[in-house]
């Protein structure tokens, strides 16, 4: 299986805040964002693996910027790492105010996918050519974000997290 470039795997995905999309703040309600973030990352799993994809895990999400009614969201996703079947996907958010020409961040995440084969098994996926020193960053922190991911849902014990103790010092 050949390896294949982080950037190879980005999509960018552009939406109208509509009054049907908002609280009643005006804001774009979180749920709604989430919705289209886990499209738009899914997107990029399945175009690096080339397969289909289910969600393994959404790391935390936290709301910088609201972003109104009449704005455009800008989504960017794209494969930090892949392990055996599962990638990381990191998925930047901007809000755009067209009229005013001014845009600014909202918020960023970790998503997980398993890659799935035809009888809906998980298949191994390509591994990521991290190229940019941006790309290099988020793959090197990627092992430990997985760590912890799996330390927290109970399918990893502390004490077999390597990264992690290296980060915290800890003798277990």
């Known amino acids: 299986m050949m390896n294949k470039k982080a950037s190879e795997s980005i999509i960018v995905m552009t939406e109208l805040v509509l009054p049907n999309d908002t609280n009643s703040f005006g804001n774009l309600m979180g749920g709604r964002l989430m919705y289209w973030m886990d499209i738009a990352s899914a997107l990029a799993a399945m175009k690096h693996s080339g397969a ?84 290099k960053e988020l793959y090197e922190g990627a092992l430990r974000r997985r760590q912890l991911r799996l330390v927290l849902g109970g399918k990893m014990k502390p004490e077999e997290a390597e990264e992690l103790k290296a980060i915290f010092k800890i003798n277990i």
């Open 52 to 135: 289909p994809v289910v969600t393994a895990s959404v790391d935390n999400i936290s709301f910088k910027n609201p972003i109104k009614l009449g704005n455009v969201v800008h989504i960017e996703a794209k494969v930090t790492r892949a392990f055996t079947t599962s990638m990381e996907v990191h998925i930047k958010v901007w809000g755009e105010n067209v009229i005013q020409q001014s845009k600014y961040k909202s918020n960023e995440a970790y998503f997980t996918f398993v890659a799935l084969d035809a009888d809906s098994k998980p298949q191994p996926v390509h591994q990521v050519i991290a190229e940019t020193p941006g790309e």
